[in-house]
Each structure stands twice: as C-alpha cells, then as structure tokens.
C-alpha cells in the first residue's frame, strides 16, 4: 500500500498532545496517592459532567473511531440505532440499575454479584471482566496502529509504544481522577477531530455539502428501506437496535469500567446526569462519525482515487495524511491515540480495581493506604505491560489468527454475564448454582450459534445470548433449590424500602 511521510510539524502536534496527557497524570498523581478510594473512585469529588465524558470516551475506541467512518463509507448508517440503544436504556439504568450500586457503594461491579450470589459468582465476574479487558488493551493498541501506519511511514513499534507505554504512565500516575480528565480532554479531541476532518473535506468536495448530500440519496449512504428488513443474518436497524440494547446492558452493568463511574459522583442525582451527558454525546457523535464515512465517500468517487490494494479500514488515516495540512494532521492523528489511551487508561484502572478489591482485599485482607495504592498501580504496570507486548507480539508477527480465537472465546461472554446482573436484580428465587448454569449455557449458545454455519449477526447472537442467560438461570434455580439467603434491598421488589442494605462483604 502506498505510504506517505508524516512530517516533523506532524511530529510536533502528536508530541505537545502526549505531553499534555502525562502532565495530567502527574498533576493528580498527589490525590490519587491518598488510599484505593481516591485512587478508584476519586472520593466521589468528580462533576458529573466530566464522569459523563469520561464513560463516553471509554466506550468509544480508537477502533469505533476509524470503523465507524468505514462502515458508513462502505454501506450506510444502519448502525447509528447502536447509539440510540445508548440512550434508550438510559431510563432503564437510572430506575433500576444504578441505585443498587450506589446503595452498595461498590467499587467493583461484582461486589453486588457476591452480594446477591456468594463469593464464586463475585469472581467469575472479575476475572472475566480481567481476562477480557487484559486481551483488549492489546487489540486497542494494536489496531490502530497498524491503520496508522499501514498508510504512513512511521515505525509501527514506535506507535505503539507512544500510544502504549505512556498511557501506562500516566494511568499510573494520576490513577481514576487523572483517567477521567484526560478522558474529557480526549473526548473533546474526539469530536473536534470528527467535524473538523467533515468540515475540510466537503471544502475540497466540488460542490461542496451538496454533492455530499446528492451521492448520499444517489447511492442510499444514509438510511434506506432495506435496512428495516428483519433476518437473523442481516444488519437490519430492527435487530442492531435491540442486539445493542443488550450489548450496552453489558457495557452499563456488568463491565467494569463503566459501573466504577458511578462512584465518582457522590449523589444519584449527579450520577443520573453524567448518564444522559453520555448519552447526549452518544447523539451528538453518530452523525459526526457517520458523517465522516459519508464525506469520504463522496471525497473519493468525485477528487481522488484510493490506492487499487487499499484496506478501507485506514481510509480515515490515509486522508488525513494525504489531504490535512501539516500540524493539523498530527492533531487529528493525535484524535486517534486519543480514542485509544481513553480505552486503555480505563481498562487498566478498572483491572487494577477489580484484582484490588474482588480477589486481594476480599481474601486476603487490606494492608495500609500506602501500600494498597502501591500494589493498585502495580498491577497497572503489570497490567498494561502484558497488553503493550501482546500489541509488540501481533506487530512483530503480522497475524492476529490467534487474537481472533481469543476474540470468539471472550467476546462470548459479556451479554450473559449481564444477564446474570438482571436475573439477580428482577427475580427472588435465581440462587447461585442456576445462575452458574446460566452463565454456561448463555456462552455455549454464543460460541455455537457463531460457529454454525457462520453468517449470524452478532446482535442477533446477543438478543438470544442475554435471554438464555437470563431464563435458564431462573428455571435451573427453581429446579434446583439453593440454600437460603438474604437478599432483602438486592431486588428491585425492595427498591421503594426505606431501609439501605449493608454490604455484609465490604472488607473496612
């Protein structure tokens, strides 16, 4: 594929905005040095307009930053109705999700599974959330590094490490308070790069947004009739609607990274509006992104001709280097080490939080706030060292065959561990063995109906993921009778009581 020059001035932009990031984690690195609280959760002090960024940039990627465009470049606008499923279930979290995590005050996410199911729920929970997000540190740098400079002719181990190694840094530094606000400085960089890269590329569209506009109803890029057919294989808005209802009940309630959010704000009410600040921004995004893949299409069927063996998935790269001007290039270049160090920092922190509080506090005890903040921001070195030489092992081997087994074997898992949040939080009678039996039927169906035949949609496999999970725990549960338990202030039957549950399991 042809290559071009990044270019010192490019150099610079992307130096001045690393900087910029490192300087944030060291600014907090005081406050974060307090105990596990401020190092985790930031004593709960955060606006709740920054934790509303911050949960956007961290569910957004660097992958989500250049696909996004792709998809819309290659076909059309289908899945925006992922990012309305963001908000469509935003009611849902506020009214029967979140309170119970505030009412724990969990730092964990699995906390409330131990408090609802016993130890070995809590732990399954974590460590799947670890292994998932210890393989995802490694795809999120290797991605687009390899989008990067595939289409330029910077060294991919460089990339790497620029994007890697000092993202370590500064999530060491500055723990969750630095993580957060570099998210909102990234966020911002997000979608500033987003409408500045539209904005440039219809000026150098003869005709300008009307042409965009015209090959858009032209070529249906935007949303068309077919796209409201309903099949199991298709990419039809009916099902990548309601596959993302699921996906996000995953990413809002039994991931890590989201759920620690929560604690950032000290009241409901903050948290409710850091929720629908995200979900704004979950809006405001869609057609900044889509609309990019659009323009982009637009660009290169009327000014310019892509390279005859090139892979779409660096189209966003290679216009920025090849129509941004210098400077201006390395700071969208930098848009996209931001989407990525947003992903990372808040993987690492929520690893680091999970191995922290479900496996050393809860078995082995807590040592003084020094030294749990010290083995806290060991185990982000350790962490995110394993991710970055994971990245450094896909680079150096050009194959990622075992990256996509690992892929199919721990993307199976999130939407029937949420599942497992729901059954806990909307029945009585689910107990501990149904929901492990769940659990494993709701990722065997996934592996399997992946596996056969192929060709299934994903959020199809979610939709139908989620509901195994979810029925085969209740009625194994019923089968199997557990032993009894208190669960008084863990369902939502409790949740006009005016009594808060005590965590039983909170180690002080």
């Not at 969750?176 to 911002?188: A, L, T």
């Not at 010290?374 to 970055?388: D, E, P, T």
């Not at 150096?396 to 949420?418: C, H, K, M, R």
Request: hydrophobic share 50%; charged share 10%; with cysteine.
């Amino acid at each position: 594929m042809h290559q071009v020059g990044f270019g010192f001035w490019n150099w610079i932009a992307v130096i001045i905005y690393l900087v910029v990031m490192l300087l944030i984690g060291a600014y907090f690195t005081k406050r974060a040095s307090q105990n596990t609280d401020s190092f985790f959760t930031a004593s709960g002090r955060l606006p709740s307009w920054a934790v509303g960024f911050s949960i956007y940039a961290t569910t957004l990627s660097a992958i989500t930053f250049m696909s996004t465009p792709e998809k819309a470049f290659l076909t059309d606008w289908a899945y925006i109705a992922g990012n309305i499923a963001i908000v469509a279930i935003i009611p849902l979290l506020i009214y029967f999700y979140v309170p119970f995590f505030k009412k724990l005050k969990v730092t964990s996410a699995y906390e409330y599974l131990e408090a609802r199911f016993g130890p070995s729920v809590r732990v399954i929970g974590s460590l799947l959330f670890v292994l998932f997000h210890l393989g995802r540190v490694a795809i999120v740098i290797y991605l687009p590094t390899l989008a990067i400079t595939s289409v330029s002719d910077m060294n991919p181990i460089v990339v790497a490490s620029l994007v890697g190694v000092l993202c370590i840094l500064y999530t060491f530094l500055g723990g969750f308070e630095g993580v957060v606000w570099s998210d909102f400085i990234q966020g911002v960089i997000l979608l500033g790069g987003a409408a500045a890269i539209i904005i440039l590329g219809v000026t150098h569209i003869q005709g300008g947004f009307g042409t965009l506009v015209n090959d858009a109803i032209e070529h249906k890029k935007i949303i068309s009739a077919d796209n409201w057919k309903v099949n199991a294989a298709a990419a039809s808005i009916p099902i990548i609607f309601l596959g993302n209802i699921f996906n996000n009940l995953h990413q809002y309630t039994a991931s890590q990274d989201v759920v620690q959010r929560y604690q950032a704000s000290e009241s409901m009410k903050e948290t409710k509006q850091s929720l629908w600040m995200n979900g704004i921004l979950a809006l405001i995004s869609a057609p900044l992104f889509y609309g990019m893949g659009t323009m982009l299409y637009s660009f290169y069927n009327h000014e310019a001709n892509l390279p005859s063996d090139f892979n779409t998935s660096s189209v966003v790269p290679y216009f920025i280097l090849t129509e941004m001007p210098p400077f201006v290039a390395g700071l969208l270049i930098a848009a996209i080490f931001a989407a990525a160090q947003s992903t990372i920092s808040s993987s690492l922190n929520s690893i680091s939080a999970c191995i922290s509080v479900d496996i050393k506090h809860r078995f082995f005890g807590k040592s003084s706030d020094k030294q749990e903040v010290l083995f806290a921001r060991w185990m982000i070195i350790v962490s995110g060292l394993f991710g970055y030489g994971m990245s450094i092992y896909l680079i150096i081997s050009n194959s990622n065959g075992l990256w996509d087994l690992f892929l199919l074997v721990t993307g199976l898992v999130g939407v029937p561990l949420a599942g497992i949040f729901a059954v806990g939080i909307f029945t009585k009678r689910t107990n501990t063995f149904g929901v492990i039996c769940g659990l494993i039927c709701g990722i065997l169906f996934a592996y399997l109906f992946n596996g056969i035949g192929g060709g299934n949609s994903p959020f199809f496999v979610s939709i139908l993921s989620f509901a195994i999970a979810f029925v085969f725990s209740y009625l194994i549960s019923i089968v199997v009778p557990g032993a009894s338990k208190d669960i008084q202030g863990l369902t939502i039957y409790d949740r006009h009581a005016q009594t808060t549950y005590i965590s039983k399991t909170k180690i002080e």
